[in-house]
């Protein structure tokens, strides 16, 4: 099965208001188990939900709540040292060449 690793920006394309049809289209036409979300993503939008939190604290939470069942419902793909120096086997294995 290929798998498809996520940069944040997409990932955050799926919570806009008027998302782009393009990408929208392109998620719906995967199983939520091809899908690898980096866990540095889900660290920048975090961040982004925090300077969120200063202005609009109602929107964060929601912010908060989406970011939540995004993560939940996906594999987060979490590098550390190990994984960077065995990342040739691992995208070998999910086809992301």
């Given at each position: 099965m290929i798998s498809?690793?996520?940069d944040t920006n997409v990932i955050s394309?799926?919570?806009?208001?008027?998302p782009h049809g393009g990408v929208m289209s392109w998620i719906a036409s995967i199983?939520?188990?091809?899908?690898l979300v980096p866990a540095v993503s889900i660290g920048e939008l975090?961040?982004?939900?925090?300077?969120?939190?200063?202005q609009d604290p109602a929107r964060a939470e929601s912010l908060e709540r989406w970011l939540a069942s995004f993560a939940a419902s996906h594999q987060i793909w979490r590098w550390a040292k190990t994984a960077f120096e065995s990342g040739a086997e691992f995208r070998k294995k999910h086809r992301i060449l």
């Open positions: 498809y690793l996520l394309e799926t919570r806009k208001p008027r199983a939520a188990e091809q899908i975090q961040i982004g939900i925090e300077k969120t939190r200063t």
